[in-house]
């Protein structure tokens, strides 16, 4: 069977989606008469405080993806169809809260992917970090669908904490309008939210 060479390069992106914190433990000095159940009252303010203490941001994000060829390959399964994508890459362009990508120091890596012959999508699996110029960066996991036919994607990137104004970070990007060009190199839109610390935007 000809080998059907793809190599699809991940995503960041970007950005963001509210992750829910879990709620403080309480001791017996915020527990009503009854401990093993809150007051409405007390509830109700451990509420305003996890709200409060976070802001939801609209992201909007242009990147590309550039394979980084000095790694080793990601075979996909079944191998029997011999899907092979780039192992890892670089993430560069522009994003909301993060400005210019710094390039060489944003990067992803495929941990699987999976081949699908009646649909001919690729499933590929792919965590890394977006790092703006100042150094701050916040870390990903991304989820790809790639068309071996036309070589087009879409996926969707989960935010998991970073450093500096993205310490704590959360959010859901989606990625769309994605392209994979001869050289296997990608650029796509991202479209989401991220939700940030107050006192972290800046």
Request: with cysteine.
């Amino acid at each position: 069977m000809k080998t059907i060479s793809l190599i699809l390069i991940l995503f960041v992106f970007i950005l963001s989606g509210c992750t829910k914190d879990a709620l403080p433990v309480m001791d017996k000095d915020v527990l009503g008469n009854n401990e093993n159940e809150l007051t409405n009252s007390t509830m109700k303010d451990v509420m305003a405080k996890d709200v409060n203490d976070f802001v939801t941001i609209p992201i909007h994000a242009e990147l590309y993806g550039k394979r980084d060829l000095s790694l080793p390959p990601t075979i996909c399964t079944p191998e029997i169809y011999e899907i092979i994508q780039a192992g890892g890459g670089w993430i560069g362009g522009f994003a909301s809260l993060v400005g210019k990508v710094d390039e060489a120091k944003s990067r992803y890596l495929r941990t699987s992917c999976e081949f699908n012959p009646e649909t001919y999508i690729v499933t590929s699996y792919n965590s890394g970090k977006i790092t703006a110029i100042n150094g701050d960066y916040y870390n990903f996991n991304a989820v790809g669908y790639v068309d071996v036919l036309t070589m087009t994607f879409t996926g969707e990137v989960t935010i998991t904490g970073g450093t500096g104004r993205f310490d704590e970070a959360g959010g859901t990007v989606q990625m769309v309008d994605g392209m994979v060009d001869e050289s296997g190199n990608t650029n796509w839109t991202g479209i989401g939210y991220m939700t940030l610390k107050k006192g972290k935007r800046n």
